[in-house]
């Protein structure tokens, strides 16, 4: 038996429960991972809130790091005793051990530590992703990140810093702007400001930016495509702040034939060979120093409820995990 949380319904923190639960065998094609950490993310908020709507009664939780305790038939990438992070599909990371997918679940390099991985995973290959298999992005072009000081902010921030590419933040306080130019941003303004669409524009001379990455959504939809230059690129890829409204197609047109996507990180995993490529660039980032990953927030798996009101009240920066064990 191990501990787990689930919810029963959706709604608010409240509805998170720690029950026991059984935890068998690996079947064909799975591992069970006892976990040392597991990550929070703002995916776990919408699939309690019910924006990402579950069967339930479900287990919680995207993100986890550990040690592989016993895998099934098929399985060749890992073995017993093995250092292990993922980010995965199906939910249920917040739990002492766990039998999930094993395609998904990387091999962790001795050089990071459980709570990294727990951190690092499903925020890093995001990043990944933005920069690297969503569209062409090359040193010397323009960013505009939003939420630059969360925790995928502040990975994208040193990760666009590594590659030469120039990164203007926003962030909701003069000093998380600070903290994302600690961290490699060229420029941070505060969203809160009135004009910061203008400031955008001036930091660009007017031409306005290559891609935007926005994972505020409503907020920030309309503002975002003012940013950008023609032809430019809206990377859509979160909902903080609420889902973006159904807009016209020709808006795109008039700003300037710009292009809008909203992709997921769980397409660009799904294959096994691809999520393994992405980890095992994320932790070469890291291991060489590139992107730190700054763990900022811990709270026990019996807390998780209070780290869901401290990530939707902002009050968290850079990476947060829940401790297990």
């Not at 098929?74 to 017993?80: D, E, I, W």
């Not at 990760?159 to 933040?169: D, N």
């Not at 980890?279 to 980032?285: G, S, Y």
Request: glycine letters at 12%; aromatic letters at 6%; charged letters at 20%.
């Amino acid at each position: 038996m191990v501990k787990t949380i689930i919810i029963e319904q959706h709604g608010g923190p409240e509805q998170f429960k720690l029950v026991d639960r059984e935890v068998g065998g690996p079947g064909p094609g799975q591992v069970r991972i006892r976990h040392h950490a597991c990550g929070l993310n703002f995916i776990d908020v919408y699939q309690r809130s019910g924006l990402y709507p579950m069967q339930l009664p479900h287990a919680m939780g995207m993100e986890g790091a550990g040690v592989i305790e016993a895998v099934g038939e098929g399985v060749k990438h890992l073995k017993p005793g093995d250092r292990a992070a993922y980010a995965s599909m199906p939910p249920g990371a917040y739990c002492e051990a766990r039998v999930m997918p094993a395609a998904q679940v990387c091999p962790l390099p001795d050089g990071l530590s459980f709570e990294q991985g727990a951190a690092m995973m499903l925020k890093g290959m995001t990043v990944e992703y933005l920069f690297h298999r969503t569209t062409p992005i090359q040193k010397g072009d323009s960013v505009l990140f939003h939420a630059a000081a969360g925790g995928v902010g502040l990975m994208a921030c040193q990760w666009a810093r590594s590659e030469g590419i120039r990164l203007i933040g926003t962030a909701g306080s003069d000093e998380k702007c600070q903290l994302a130019l600690d961290h490699g941003a060229e420029a941070c303004i505060n969203y809160r400001s009135p004009d910061w669409v203008a400031q955008v524009r001036a930091l660009t001379g007017g031409k306005g930016v290559d891609v935007v990455m926005d994972a505020v959504g409503k907020d920030t939809f309309d503002g975002s495509l003012d940013c950008l230059r023609p032809l430019g690129m809206l990377i859509s890829f979160g909902n903080a702040s609420g889902p973006v409204p159904p807009f016209n197609l020709a808006t795109l047109a008039a700003k300037g034939s710009l292009k809008v996507t909203r992709p997921t990180l769980f397409t660009h995993i799904a294959d096994h060979e691809t999520c393994q490529a992405m980890a095992r660039h994320l932790f070469d980032k890291v291991s060489s120093g590139a992107v730190e990953i700054t763990i900022e927030q811990k709270f026990p798996l019996a807390q998780v409820a209070d780290a869901h009101r401290a990530l939707e009240g902002r009050k968290t920066t850079g990476q947060t995990v829940i401790t297990v064990g």
